[in-house]
């Protein structure tokens, strides 16, 4: 039987630690490049977001998620009122609001 079977040996007793930390090291190495490309840069723009919405002032020219553009008429703790067309106005929430857009662009568009 030996002809296609190897013969199997017991190893050596008193396996290394070393050999333990090493097998983490992939592991450590996969979660430290997620954090950089993934988890660090979504971080980054929630918390730009957050400044955005906080600063929204009256005047200011807006794009929603859903792609509204208008301009902001009134503003409420958690909601703004924003006016899409002459005499029509919408309430979103402030976390809805995508972008502040230049001055002007309602005019150009």
Known sequence: M?????????QASG???QGGLMSLLPLVAIFAVFY???????????????KMTEAIAKGDEVITTGGTLGKV????????????????????????????????????A
């Open 36 to 50: 950089f490309l993934l988890i660090r840069p979504q971080q980054k723009r929630a918390k730009e977001h957050k």
């Open 15 to 17: 396996a290394s630690t």
């Open 73 to 108: 008429t009134g503003v409420g703790e958690s909601f703004v009122t924003v006016e899409v067309a002459a005499g029509v106005e919408i309430k979103v929430q402030r976390s809805a609001v995508q972008a502040l857009m230049p001055k002007g662009t309602i005019k150009s």
């Open 2 to 10: 030996s002809l296609f079977i190897s013969d199997a040996y017991a």
